[in-house]
């Protein structure tokens, strides 16, 4: 019988009990810190308890170049469900037989949620439809139950076409002793019969696609999500990978960021932060391997977050040494109008495409190039009537607009269409030889000018511009 040591204890404690708090027990305190350029959390919310889903409403205005963020956990999976069965199992047992049976079953490869996972989902989705700063971009990990939390607890705001869904292999749970942090290939989560019910499908088929995933399908699809010789395994106990999507948020135009991924990710992500820095670290738990993935010194805090519950917090705009640049985050109640969905421009994700089909997310192509017509047809256009789905540059840093015209500008643009391709058949017309009738010799001709209407008038002043 295996004696329960302190260090035993800890350890099944950290590596296979989820996390079941309710939403408020003890306060937590967060101090400044120091660290990478770029974008950084140098200071925690004073608003987040443990187990608590925080109000990030009063986090506005944000700083200059900053970014709200919510790092949100996906809902309980059938996994979650069977740990806890073998946790139980093998505390009145005094052994781990049935943890690493767990571990180890295929039944549990990348798991979907459980009808009550889906019940919470729905209960977070509730709570976000009370917030009055919602995010203009939502980041998934590629594993079944993130996608499905994803959709269910955002399913309003994907369903607006202003909002953009972009998936990211990098945010994926770590542990890679449990067989249930293995992924599934591309092709299969497309025909995944749990996304394709959801209202929200249609977005994330497109997010799941090989023209927004040309960058990483090769190697999830192969090595990645379950790949052989341990090659899942190495991709899932990278620690690397979190900074690199570090660099990937900080260029994004967006500043309102959901990012939908998992426990052990988040404490990750957020004990990198530069809050963390100078603080005392516990050391990494021996079932957390490789301990190489995680930060260096160990951990800061443990955040504790109910399932389909999230941290949001304000990353700030730091340089090379670590400090910032400009006021921190206020973390107080809101001053000003608060920004809403209606006021963020739609913002187009250019590195999530497929170089030689950049044109499906801009503007129609003729033959891989800009057809000779369109172009005469946008510089006779003016600034305010832009063709439908044409981009329009803005001398903004943050973000490419796309313009998306109105049911009166549509109405204009149809109408001025029409009037110029009247003009050139005009023109056209004007330009050829009158026929004579071949029994006209006897017909009076008429050799008056007609009168000139309105719609002449408009013709030849087009005419006059071309």
Known sequence: MLRWSPLNL????????????????????WP???????????????????????????????PEGGKLVWYVRHAESEANVAREAAKETDELNGDFVQFNAFRKNETYRDSPLTNKGIRQAKESKEKVATWKIK????????????????????????????????????????????????GRPLPELRES???????????????????????????WNTAWAQGEDGAWEEHCGDGHRLTEFNEWLVDRPQRFVAIVSHYGTINNMLNREPWADGLPRSPIPSGWKPAEGWPAGGIARMFGMPNAGWIAAVLSRIDGRGKPIGPLPTYQKPSGTLPTQKDTPVEQEEDDVEPVAHHRRGHRRRDGHEGKHEEEAESRSSDRHHPPGRRRHRKDEHAAIVWKPSGHEKYEHAAIVKIQAAARARIR??????????????????????KKTAIDGILDLLHDQE
């Open 32 to 62: 400044r810190g120091s660290g990478k350029a770029g974008l950084g959390l140098v200071e925690m919310p004073t608003n987040i308890r443990t187990g608590f889903c925080n109000d990030a409403d009063g986090f506005w205005p944000l």
């Open 429 to 450: 017309q004007k330009r050829r030889p009158k026929k004579r009738a071949p029994n006209d010799q006897d017909s009076p001709q008429d050799e008056s000018v007609p």
């Open 10 to 29: 800890l350890t099944m404690f950290l590596v296979f009990a989820p996390y079941q708090a309710s939403c408020a027990r003890g306060k937590l305190r």
């Open 135 to 182: 995010p203009s971009l939502i980041v998934v990990s590629p594993m079944t139950r993130a996608l499905q939390t994803a959709a269910i607890v955002f399913e309003k705001e994907l369903l607006d076409p202003k909002v953009q869904l972009v998936i990211r292999p990098e945010i994926r749970e770590f542990f890679p002793l449990l067989i249930e942090d293995s």
């Open 193 to 219: 019969k749990e996304l394709r019910k959801l209202k929200a499908w249609p977005k994330f088929k497109d997010a799941l696609s090989s023209t927004r995933t040309w960058n990483w399908e090769k190697q």
